[in-house]
């Protein structure tokens, strides 16, 4: 498999005092407050949370797909104001067109424009670069659930986006294709240098791929609403060796954060 990105033109990423309220009056519904974040360009942060604490929101939010109730979102100085064409988001299922093939529907991730020449051969290296050359002619239900996600990010990647989101996309896999899958994304940012957020709520592979890793959880002293809990610089160059104690120190750390005890106690 070739898994040379091209390299891309990476953006920072910066939240500061970002709300976001859902409904309002007696049925508001607020999901994050007062979240401010940095991140330089070319850095890999993950963003840590129980279930519902409002990762995708946050997410969402810097892909310009959903818009703060306060504060802004800026990429590289700008302010996020509708959909961000300097993202480009992975979700946990691939949403692929299931009457395309797999080269149409990575077609779909480029802006229109261009000669029929350059997108074909752009579509051709994104898929190259996930290891699916041999099957751009199938179609996504002829192929594994890894391969249809492999789609799914060559789609994202074959705009060569600055910032690339990462919504659990490695969650709908069995254990190993999701460790394969972690490998793969881990060598693209490397080759690529793109600035990436990666959502997920497993705490190994918040610390396999990230240069730091954000825990977002209710704030203990405010009403309502999630913010940043705490924030963690993962040592060690990329990729790491997931065998390292350094690591599985700090998986104990983050999962005391996270409330998980480090042993159950025994039932009586
Ligand atoms: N469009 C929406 N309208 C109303 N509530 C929403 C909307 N999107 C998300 N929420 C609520 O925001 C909270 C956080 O959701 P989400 O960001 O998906 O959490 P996470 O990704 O951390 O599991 C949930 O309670 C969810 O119901
Ligand atoms: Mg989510």
């Known amino acids: 498999m070739q898994t040379t990105a091209t390299r891309v033109a990476a953006v920072p990423v910066t939240l500061r005092g970002v709300d976001r309220v859902f409904g309002s009056g007696d049925a508001a519904h607020v999901v994050l407050s007062g979240v401010d974040l940095d991140v330089p360009a070319g850095e890999v942060v993950a963003l840590l949370g129980a279930s519902g604490c409002g ?17 802004e979102v800026n990429i590289d100085g700008a302010r996020v104001d509708g959909i961000e064409p300097r993202a480009a988001v992975v979700f946990q299922e691939p949403r692929l067109l299931p009457w395309r093939t797999l080269a149409e529907n990575v077609a779909f991730g480029l802006p229109s424009g261009g000669s029929r020449e350059t997108r074909r051969a752009h579509v051709a290296h994104a ?40 919504d659990e996309p490695f969650a709908a896999l069995d254990a190993l294709t999701r460790l394969r899958m972690q ?40 009403a309502a609403g999630a913010g940043i809990a705490h924030m963690l610089d993962v040592p060690g160059a990329r990729p790491r060796d997931r065998a390292d104690p350094v690591l599985a120190a700090l998986r104990v750390e983050l999962l005391d954060r996270l409330g998980v005890p480090r042993h159950r106690p025994h039932p009586a």
């Open 55 to 71: 990762k995708s929101t946050l997410l969402r939010l810097v892909a310009g797909l959903d818009r703060p109730s306060a504060g």
């Open 127 to 166: 898929l190259d670069t996930v290891g699916l050359a041999p099957f751009a002619g199938y179609r996504p239900r002829a192929v594994s659930g890894g391969m249809a996600q492999r789609t799914a990010l060559a789609r994202a990647l074959v705009r060569r986006p600055g910032v690339l989101l990462l």
């Open 183 to 222: 490998d793969l994304v881990d060598d693209l940012q490397r080759t690529s240098g793109a600035t990436v957020l990666l959502v997920t709520h497993d705490v190994d592979e918040a610390l396999q791929l990230a240069d730091r890793v954000v825990v977002l959880a209710p704030h203990p002293d405010r």
